[in-house]
């Protein structure tokens, strides 16, 4: 089956230039003058919009299992197209956890023929011994927790951390760490509301665990994503170690590029977050990182909980962030807040270098044919009750915004038009190394 993609402007390699894209199977067969024939089976108008690779998520909490009444891998990854995501990294948090070999193969099988886009997975490592026939089993790399421990995945201490990377090592996969020091993180009441939580998670307990990590990191040579970097001073000291240690990657999310706290006034527990909305000069700090190019991954951080636990005595930390990511970048980009080709990059490129992703993350002859079409549109509200995901709320409910997806294709087929929503095609593959 043969495609050529009409009318669209298209990002290639940090340009946007007038081309069609010829797609054969799953592949982009290659790219072409407009003037120029080709004999295609179909065609795609994009009627001018912007075609950009494939967007990746490399922080997403796709649950099923025991936690599927949050979310699971078929709800996940509709909303996650509808989103513009064409292949999302998920977490290991699950119920129970990815921490061995067996349970990655199950999490795989559960996925298995369930999946809208291309899923890859990380894993949590609990016995280093094992490491290297736990990566062989299929993740992409490992996730860790500093702040929280899951069963007997306990990596609040450098000495844990420091035989995790010596191990990891071995294996040539990425570390991505959840960055708080649980001696700095405030006992939180039977009871509590989102200034309270934030109150609990200082901004000492990120910036003493990023000195953790810079200083581990720097005695071994793996590649390290330091997750959802929220403080203007942890983004400081990446920026500092990144000029001597180019395997450390930094990772922000939409809401703290986006929100401040006095969203969390306005919205309450809604926005409880790990860790939490901060303050505008933090905002406008990663903002500066993402035009400096010192952020090299935004991730959503997609973390799906029901309304009911959201609004609990004791808030689940997260929400929903795929569907939301687009509208909020782009307007932002187009308002002159965020530089858009900084935005693509750490969407694409980004998180494809960070994976070794070599057929992911542009749009070029032999790369997966992944693309997600974007428009500038006038100004509209979000309305999360729209959404795909099992969690229909969100912090940016109401929110003004002036950009949509209108087009998603996974391997080479439409998964998702903003005319007709999701498509009943589950053309997603478990993305391995
Ligand atoms: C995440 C979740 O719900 O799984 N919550 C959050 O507040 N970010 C976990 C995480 O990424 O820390
Ligand atoms: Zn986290």
Redesign the pocket.
């Known amino acids: 089956m043969l495609t050529r993609i009409i009318n669209g402007k298209v990002w290639i390699k940090d340009q946007i230039v007038e081309r069609d894209i010829i797609i054969e199977g799953v592949k982009i067969k290659k790219i072409i003058k407009k003037t120029e024939g080709e004999q295609v089976d179909r065609i795609i108008d994009a009627k001018g919009d912007l075609i950009l690779p494939g967007l990746i998520d490399a922080?997403a909490?796709l649950r099923d299992g025991n936690l599927s009444y949050k979310e699971d891998f078929s709800s996940g990854t509709r909303a996650a197209i509808a989103g513009g995501f064409t292949l999302v990294i998920d977490?290991p948090?699950t119920n129970p956890p990815v921490s061995n070999s067996q349970r990655l193969i199950e999490r795989k099988t559960l996925a298995h023929g369930r999946i809208y886009c291309d899923v890859g997975f990380l894993v949590m490592p609990t016995d280093f011994s094992k490491i290297t026939q736990l990566s062989k089993s299929g993740c992409l790399g490992f996730k860790v927790?500093t702040h929280r421990v899951f069963e007997d995945a306990n990596f609040s201490e450098g000495e844990r951390l420091r035989s995790l990377f010596k191990e990891a090592m071995k294996t040539n996969r990425p570390i991505s760490i959840?960055a708080e020091d649980p001696k700095k993180i405030h006992k939180l009441p039977e009871s509590y509301d989102a200034e309270e939580h934030s109150k609990a998670h200082p901004k000492g307990a990120e910036i003493e665990m990023i000195k953790e990590i810079i200083k581990v990191a720097s005695d071994f040579p793996i590649k390290v994503r330091i997750?959802?970097i929220s403080t203007a001073e942890g983004l400081q000291l990446f920026v500092e170690s990144k000029r001597y240690n180019s395997n450390l990657f930094s990772e922000v999310t939409p809401a703290h590029l986006a929100l401040e706290t006095s969203i969390l006034r306005k919205v309450g527990k809604l926005a409880?977050?790990?860790p939490p909305i901060r303050e505008f000069k933090d905002v406008l700090a990663l903002r500066k990182g993402v035009w400096d190019g010192a952020i090299d991954v935004i991730g959503t951080?997609h973390?799906p909980?029901t309304l009911t636990e959201k609004l609990a005595d004791k808030p689940?930390?997260?929400f929903p962030g795929f569907e939301t990511a687009v509208p909020i970048l782009f307007t932002l980009a187009k308002g002159g807040f965020l530089p858009l080709s900084n935005v693509v990059k750490a969407l694409t490129e980004g998180p494809a270098k960070l994976y070794g992703l070599i057929e992911y993350g542009s749009i070029d002859k032999d790369k997966v044919a992944n693309l997600t079409f974007i428009k500038f549109v006038p100004e509209y509200l979000i309305d999360s009750s729209k959404s795909y995901s099992k969690a229909k709320f969100s912090p940016f409910n109401g929110f003004k915004a002036e950009a949509i997806v209108t087009r998603t294709i996974v391997r080479g087929e439409t998964v998702f038009t903003s005319e007709d929503g999701v498509i009943d095609l589950k053309n997603g593959k478990i993305v391995e190394r």
């Open positions: 922080h909490h977490m948090n927790y959840h997750c959802h409880v977050v790990e951080d973390a909980h689940s930390s997260g």
